[in-house]
């Protein structure tokens, strides 16, 4: 049994500094992506406070820690991201999200948290897509 270099060096997701380390990569990832660098660039304004927002959300449900308890509610973002972008979001594009989701958590980390960042990542994907589609043509 042989083991690479990277798998080696994977390591457990156990406090904030993974926890940025994750987001700050995986978002560097998104915004040169053909379909969501345009998507999130042409959104996000202040990329370093998103970035601290996401690390909030990310710790605390990775975590059960830190700033973000209570204080999310990812469903109206969502649904105003696609308004602003016409209606344009597809299941594709959280294809694409998942996949750098997924090959990110890999590249660096291992264990039950890494593990639990793909399973939640799944199942809000699937949420939001799904509110998203189900509120087009409304006004709210």
Do not use: D
């Given at each position: 049994?042989?083991?690479?270099?990277?798998?080696?060096?994977?390591?457990k997701i156990a406090t904030r500094l993974e926890v940025s380390i994750?987001?700050?990569t995986f978002y560097s990832k998104v915004r040169v992506h053909a379909d969501l660098g345009p998507i999130f660039n042409g959104i996000i304004t202040d990329w370093e406070v998103?970035?601290?927002?996401l690390t909030d959300f990310w710790e605390m449900v990775?975590?059960?820690?830190?700033?973000?308890?209570?204080?999310?509610?990812?469903?109206?973002?969502?649904k105003a991201v696609d308004k602003q972008?016409?209606?344009?979001?597809?299941?594709?594009?959280?294809?694409?999200?998942?996949?750098?989701?997924?090959?990110t958590i890999d590249e660096l980390f291992e264990g039950e948290n890494a593990d639990?960042?793909?399973?939640?990542?799944?199942n809000m994907?699937?949420?939001?897509?799904?509110?998203?589609?189900?509120?087009?043509?409304k006004s709210t």
């Open positions: 049994m042989h083991n690479t270099n990277n798998e080696l060096l994977r390591k994750l987001v700050r998103h970035l601290e927002r990775l975590l059960n820690s830190g700033p973000g308890a209570g204080k999310f509610s990812p469903v109206p973002v969502h972008v016409n209606e344009s979001i597809e299941q594709r594009h959280f294809g694409n999200w998942l996949e750098l989701w997924f090959s639990y960042a793909k399973e939640h990542a799944r994907a699937h949420i939001l897509f799904f509110r998203i589609v189900e509120g087009r043509g």
